[in-house]
């Protein structure tokens, strides 16, 4: 981490304590009214700054959404936190995202777990996203330029997977690729809304959905 990185410390520690609050605050929708240490420490250690594009670096520690480019945006911190936690990472963990986008997301997952997989629909955004991921010595996450509907099956099956876009309908070929015992967690749109949910799959290939919480996310296109 350089200097000015360094110098923003203080914006993340108190962007950690405005999560946790939140988080404090939604327990009631969520089910979960603290993090977990190791999500805490994995926010705490991420140079959001370096996600953003250079205009808006000022504001890369609010704790809300911020565009990217290409019509799409980098999650709220606090819906980024929670969606790790319901992953309920472990550091053996293997992980499928759905959803690249500017890389922070994989840059929080790589912190705790033992390899990341991401993949992204918008090629310009998987390639800087990998070269991003790579300066900042994420060394254990791999990116993908595809169709995020079909996951990856080649890294099959997952300890879990995270899709940071709304989705019609769960797409069935993430299911597949679930290991039992497994979570995949997934914006989808209920209606005219969205809403988050946790899918667990049991050892004997039984599907199940919570819903979580409202939220509001970019289209999840199909295509590459």
């Given at each position: 981490m350089?200097?000015?990185?360094?110098?923003?410390?203080?914006?993340?520690?108190?962007?950690?304590?405005?999560?946790e609050?939140?988080?404090?605050?939604?327990?009631?929708?969520?089910g979960?009214?603290?993090?977990?240490?190791?999500?805490?420490?994995?926010?705490?250690?991420?140079?959001?700054?370096?996600?953003v594009?250079?205009?808006?670096?000022?504001?890369?520690?609010?704790?809300?959404?911020?565009?990217?480019?290409?019509?799409q945006?980098?999650?709220q911190?606090?819906?980024?936190a929670?969606?790790?936690?319901?992953l309920?990472?472990?550091?053996?963990?293997?992980?499928?995202?759905?959803?690249?986008?500017?890389?922070?997301?994989?840059?929080v997952?790589?912190?705790?777990?033992d390899?990341v997989?991401?993949?992204?629909?918008?090629?310009?955004?998987?390639?800087?996203?990998?070269?991003?991921?790579?300066?900042?010595?994420?060394?254990?996450?791999?990116?993908?330029?595809?169709?995020?509907?079909?996951?990856?099956?080649?890294?099959?099956?997952?300890?879990?997977?995270?899709?940071?876009?709304?989705?019609?309908?769960?797409?069935?070929?993430?299911?597949?690729?679930l290991?039992?015992?497994?979570?995949?967690?997934?914006?989808?749109?209920?209606?005219?809304?969205?809403?988050?949910q946790?899918i667990?799959l049991?050892?004997?290939?039984r599907?199940?959905?919570?819903?979580?919480?409202p939220?509001?996310?970019?289209?999840?296109?199909?295509?590459?």
């Amino acid at each position: 981490m350089n200097a000015t990185e360094s110098d923003r410390g203080g914006e993340r520690a108190a962007l950690v304590r405005l999560i946790e609050r939140e988080v404090r605050e939604t327990a009631g929708y969520t089910g979960r009214s603290k993090l977990h240490r190791r999500v805490v420490e994995a926010i705490s250690a991420v140079p959001r700054e370096r996600f953003v594009p250079e205009f808006e670096a000022d504001s890369a520690y609010a704790n809300i959404p911020l565009p990217i480019g290409h019509r799409q945006t980098i999650s709220q911190p606090y819906i980024v936190a929670l969606m790790t936690d319901l992953l309920d990472p472990r550091p053996d963990h293997v992980l499928l995202e759905i959803g690249t986008g500017s890389g922070y997301q994989a840059a929080v997952l790589s912190q705790l777990v033992d390899q990341v997989y991401s993949v992204e629909v918008i090629a310009e955004l998987a390639a800087s996203a990998g070269e991003r991921l790579e300066s900042l010595g994420c060394t254990n996450v791999i990116t993908h330029h595809g169709d995020g509907n079909l996951g990856w099956p080649e890294h099959a099956p997952y300890d879990g997977i995270i899709v940071t876009a709304g989705a019609p309908a769960v797409p069935p070929a993430l299911v597949e690729q679930l290991k039992p015992g497994g979570c995949l967690v997934i914006p989808v749109n209920d209606g005219m809304h969205q809403m988050l949910q946790r899918i667990t799959l049991d050892g004997e290939g039984r599907v199940s959905a919570r819903d979580v919480l409202p939220v509001a996310f970019v289209p999840l296109v199909p295509g590459a």
